[in-house]
């Protein structure tokens, strides 16, 4: 088919995902693994109260993605939290949000390709981690160059294989447990927490600003499920598939990491420094602890396939929100608005995230989720704010009760529950974005010479009522 020029019209991104394929990339994204990375930083932080913080962070985040789904039926678009507030608030809000979530976007492949050099080396000391760098970033970006339904094709028996994992090792926790011991010893009446108690939830000690503090970590736990937005224009049913795609995704990972840190923290009651070599990645000392050495060789041999599977998916989120950018003109059309005419991918930008992903090898992991909970806070915090400015406020959606709940309260309530999470945030995840965001300030204001114009858009949608 050629244009009335003669012209090859421009491909555009092709629409082949359906629900189950959204839910896996979502879950292959958030990598339900991580739970064993993240439990010895954020027992540490939450005193002890694991699967609270977890129940904070799936409040917030299920709240934030109904609102997801009310921004993804009127904009369905890849652009995700920066389309939202483009058009719900204002172009220079969106492009400030945009440049935010990629903190989040841009650094989460790097974070899976450190914690799988970690594995590796774990397993192959004496070789020098930057061919592991160098090698995971070329296979995750031409997994990506293969195009969305690929991707979900192949990041499919991952999941399955991690949720097995997850429930054998929950399992070997409970029978320890239930003969009475944890990493301590023998438990006794005196023992901190006893099985089937409601004290790893909440008891006399906690403090509830630590939970806060947890659950703010804890986002850089669920984030995948908004990313999943970046595939609108990729989504058979865009509409109606991918609200209840990005709800069930979150309500998934959430009921499983509720569930497996219970007795996790049961397990290993008192200060994580006594157990672990490494609060900050906890994953090998806990194998080695429930499982034994060979449990230990197994997983962690998996463990490096299911970060990979996570970083693949992260990829795939941000070299969307990258072609959306560069679609709009915001960033150079040329470059980030190409779309390949065989694979229908935005292949530059999969090929630019490959490049800075090869950061990985000399960026440290605790900096890199700080910065990610920057971004993913601020892409939370737009994306209600969208749905009140859209719908309340635009369109007057406030005539009856189910309107006043769905597009005030739930919104409100996911904000706030957002904010929460901002008065805890570390002061390193603060200094770094506030940085990131004057950066960004100060190349809007090149852009739109001197703020004297609003960032460009690209007219894909009519604001219809």
């Known amino acids: 088919m050629t244009t009335h020029t003669g012209t090859q019209p421009a491909a555009k991104l092709q629409k082949t995902l359906g629900l189950w394929h959204i839910i896996i990339i979502g879950l292959a994204y958030i990598q339900p693994m991580t739970l064993f990375d993240t439990f010895g930083l954020v027992s540490e932080e939450s005193h002890h109260h694991v699967p609270t913080s977890y129940i904070i962070a799936l409040i917030a985040i299920l709240l934030t993605s109904i609102s997801y789904g009310h921004m993804i039926r009127r904009y369905p678009s890849s652009g995700s939290a920066y389309t939202y507030a483009q058009k719900s608030i204002h172009p220079n809000v969106g492009f400030m949000v945009g440049w935010s979530s990629w903190l989040d976007y841009l650094l989460s492949p790097m974070v899976n390709i450190i ?3 970690i594995y590796l080396q774990a397993l192959f000391p004496s070789v020098n981690h930057w061919v592991w760098v160098i090698v995971l970033t070329a296979f995750m970006t031409g ?14 028996w991952i999941v399955l294989v991690q949720l097995i994992v997850i429930a054998v090792f929950t399992y070997l926790v409970y029978e ?59 989504t058979k049913d865009t509409e109606k598939t991918l ?12 009921v499983i990491f509720i569930a497996s840190t219970y007795f996790i923290q049961i397990y290993f009651p008192g200060d994580p420094k006594s157990y ?25 041999a998996f463990a490096i396939v299911t970060v990979m599977a996570s970083g693949i998916s992260a990829h795939a989120g941000v070299s969307r929100l990258m072609y959306v950018m560069g679609r709009d003109g915001i960033i150079n059309k040329k470059i980030f608005g190409h779309i390949s005419n065989s694979s229908y ?8 995230v490959g490049v800075v992903a090869l950061a990985a090898g000399f960026m440290d992991l605790d900096i890199i989720i700080s910065m990610i909970s920057f971004g993913a806070l601020t892409a939370f915090t737009f994306v209600n704010l969208s749905v009140i400015s859209r719908y309340a406020l635009r369109d007057g959606r406030t005539k009856n009760f189910k309107d006043i709940l769905n597009f005030v309260i739930i919104p409100l309530l996911g904000f706030f529950s957002i904010f929460a999470m901002w008065l805890e945030i570390e002061d390193t995840a603060l200094k770094y974005g506030l ?3 004057m950066f960004g300030i100060l190349y809007l204001g090149y852009k739109t010479k001197g703020f004297k114009y609003s960032a460009p858009q690209h007219n894909e949608f009519d604001d219809k009522l």
Not at 192 to 219: D, H, K, M
Not at 345 to 352: H, R
Request: proline share 4%.
């Open 115 to 117: 914690l799988a050099v």
């Open 143 to 156: 997994v990506n160059l293969r195009g969305a339904k690929f991707v979900a094709h192949f990041n499919s």
């Open 243 to 254: 609200p209840k795609a990005i709800f069930l995704t979150a309500l998934l990972a959430g």
């Open 176 to 234: 320890k447990l239930q003969m009475g011991l944890n990493a301590d010893g023998p438990m006794t009446a005196e023992t901190r927490y006893q099985l089937w108690s409601l004290e790893p939830f909440w008891n006399e000690l906690t403090s509830l600003g630590a939970i806060v503090t947890g659950a703010t970590l804890l986002c850089f736990s669920f984030t995948g499920f908004d990313s999943l937005s970046s595939l609108a224009e990729e």
């Open 435 to 437: 940085w990131w965001a």
């Open 276 to 300: 672990f070599a490494d609060i900050a990645a906890t994953q090998p000392d806990i194998l080695m602890l429930v499982g034994g050495s060979l449990f230990q060789s197994y997983v962690l």
């Open 345 to 352: 991918t935005p292949s530059y930008n999969i090929m630019i």
